[in-house]
């Protein structure tokens, strides 16, 4: 039986990936002894277990997922409005536009077309493809996460008391990946804030769902005040574009560079090698071969029981960091660290896989929840599938002042 039914080997990838971050934890109260696949599982599917006020929210726009074109299929996603206007613009549709409507269109275009004109017009679509398995041997040749050193820390400000205790953590991440790292080193005992810029709104239930134990706040990483956090920051936690970063000059080179002793941490969706190129973790799956892999019927593209790449990519950055304060803390050595939801995939790509999914194990999900008011609002998330902690309350999203 599976928790993370699949014909891929979605269960122990899940399983290493939270492995990790006990191994590196260095926190008395972690045992990786003591893992349950069960809570690991409810946690990677979170946004499944998440309830405000006892209403499972809408995660998925109607706009998001698989259509089929002239000659496949593409995978679109459009949960972020900005996203869904662009896509409806691309394909001149009306703003109130639905699903049928989007299908209608897309079944008279090539998926070339329609993929260049969604992109081109700043919307996000892939083509599904077959797995490539050159490619993914390719990428496996490198690090899972790459760690490079970029300096010396000129003062060694450790960890105080157990895990991160006294570490400060500014998270410049969405969606998911970036979102479960920063709330993994929260969990540890960091001080983590969360940055966002103004103008582009965080869905309530998303934070909710990821935001455990953080502060949050809106900035620009352009002003005086975000230089100030920087200044006395130890981790920045990176989830834009390569090519945003370097605009912004946050790119960990520039980074290295201005503020010796800051530990970098980035995610992407495709790696460095494509930094113009936005993405979530269900267009990976979608072009990377997952999708067809997952099919219920040869045709139709499936996807993963949960957004794995995500979630193990969220884990996997945060045991990095863990042993990158670990390592300046000890010797001085400052390290950049780093891995996409691409590198992760082509990881799942070569793990032993299986002709059809196993039966689901079952898994009582209210042994594995928490129940939090948030902002006069009665808020049921997943537990932490670190065993031996807890998760803090969520904070609402925007509303912590830009302080430390």
């Not at 995660?59 to 869904?84: E, K, M």
């Not at 996000?124 to 493809?129: G, I, K, N, S, T």
């Not at 002003?223 to 981790?235: K, W």
């Not at 884990?315 to 400052?334: E, K, N």
Request: charged residues 25%; contains cysteine; proline residues 7%.
């Amino acid at each position: 039986m599976q928790a993370l039914p699949s014909r891929l080997a979605v269960d122990a990838l899940a399983r290493a990936s939270v492995l990790a971050v006990c191994r590196a934890a260095r926190h008395p109260s972690v045992r990786a002894a003591d893992l349950d696949l069960g809570r690991i599982a409810m946690a990677y599917r979170s946004d499944r277990s998440l309830t405000i006020d006892g209403h499972s929210p809408e995660v998925w726009s109607a706009l998001s997922g698989f259509w089929r074109t002239s000659d496949g299929w593409v995978r679109t996603h459009a949960n972020y409005p900005h996203h869904a206007r662009a896509l409806r613009n691309a394909l001149r549709l009306e703003d109130g536009a639905d699903a049928e409507s989007l299908g209608r269109v897309l079944i008279e275009r090539s998926t070339a077309e329609a993929v260049t004109r969604i992109t081109d017009a700043g919307g996000l679509a892939v083509p599904v493809r077959e797995e490539d398995p050159s490619s993914d041997r390719a990428l496996r040749e490198l690090p899972l996460v790459e760690s490079t050193p970029i300096g010396r820390a000129p003062h060694r400000r450790t960890a105080s008391g157990h895990g991160l205790a006294g570490i400060r953590v500014l998270d410049l991440t969405r969606v998911i990946a970036g979102p479960v790292c920063a709330r993994t080193l929260a969990l540890l005992g960091a001080d983590v804030l969360r940055v966002d810029p103004p103008g582009i709104p965080e869905p309530d239930w998303q934070h909710l769902d990821t935001g455990h134990g953080k502060r949050s706040t809106i900035l620009d990483a352009s002003s005086a005040r975000f230089a100030e956090l920087l200044s006395a920051a130890d981790v920045i936690v990176l989830g834009y574009r390569p090519v945003a970063l370097d605009r912004l000059g946050l790119s960990p080179v520039a980074l290295a560079e201005r503020h010796p002793g800051l530990i970098v941490a980035q995610l992407s969706a495709w790696g460095v090698d494509q930094p113009e190129r936005r993405g979530f973790d269900s267009l990976v799956q979608a072009e990377s071969g997952i999708a067809m892999i997952e099919s219920p019927d040869g045709d139709r593209p499936g996807a993963l029981p949960a957004q794995a790449l995500d979630h193990s990519a969220g884990y996997l950055l945060a045991a990095a960091i863990c042993d990158a304060v670990h390592d300046r803390d000890t010797t001085g050595t400052v390290r950049s660290v780093r891995t996409s939801l691409r590198r992760v995939a082509a990881e799942l790509l070569g793990m032993p896989r299986t002709t059809e999914p196993e039966p689901a194990s079952p898994i009582d999900p209210n042994a594995h929840t928490q129940r939090f008011r948030v902002d006069s609002h009665d808020v049921v998330t997943v537990r932490s599938a670190i065993p031996g902690l807890e998760f803090a309350a969520p904070r609402p999203w925007g509303l912590d002042a830009p302080t430390w």
